[in-house]
């Protein structure tokens, strides 16, 4: 573990594959996180939990966490960010009120800047090549959310202007699968078992 104990900004080992950056400093949250993320937004549904999350630290920073009223309105902040509360914490406060969670709007998710397209495309996108049994060679660049952020993946068609665009819906998560070319074969199929 790399670990800066002034800071308390680290990086840990997160599974068998991962590492994880983290920063737990009030103060630094309050001075680099917060202010990067306010000149540089976030175009996802992941902007309400930011919003949230500030929020949060700025009730703790006030002091407000130290009383019953305090983490109560925490706990209901809680409820309303990313999965929720568990059921340990939804036991412990049984008068739970999740604060109401707002959705941006299609023109908070325009994609304005090809950085952005890039960086996202770093953490969430998918270069695909896929060979069918018969030699068909498909390539698909894709992008897979949740549903709640359908209006950015449309702006990804509105950005690339691609003329194929391919939704498919699955439980909780929509993929826009963009520029599917299919490239067929042109030599005599290969049997290939997969």
Known sequence: ??????????????????????????????????????????????????ILFKQVLYLMNNKEHLTQEGIQKIVNIKASINLGLSDSLKAAFPNIIPVQKLLLLPDDQKIMDPYWVSGFTEGEGCFVIFIHKSNVVQLKFQITQHVRDSNLLKSFVEYFGAEQCEAVVYINTIRVKVGVITLYPIFPPLEIKL
């Open 1 to 50: 573990m790399l670990f800066n104990s002034y800071s308390k900004k680290s990086i840990t080992k997160h599974g068998k594959q991962a590492v994880q950056y983290r920063v737990s400093s009030s103060q630094e949250l309050i001075d680099v996180i917060i202010p990067h993320f306010e000149k540089y937004p976030l175009i996802t549904q992941k902007k309400v939990d930011f």
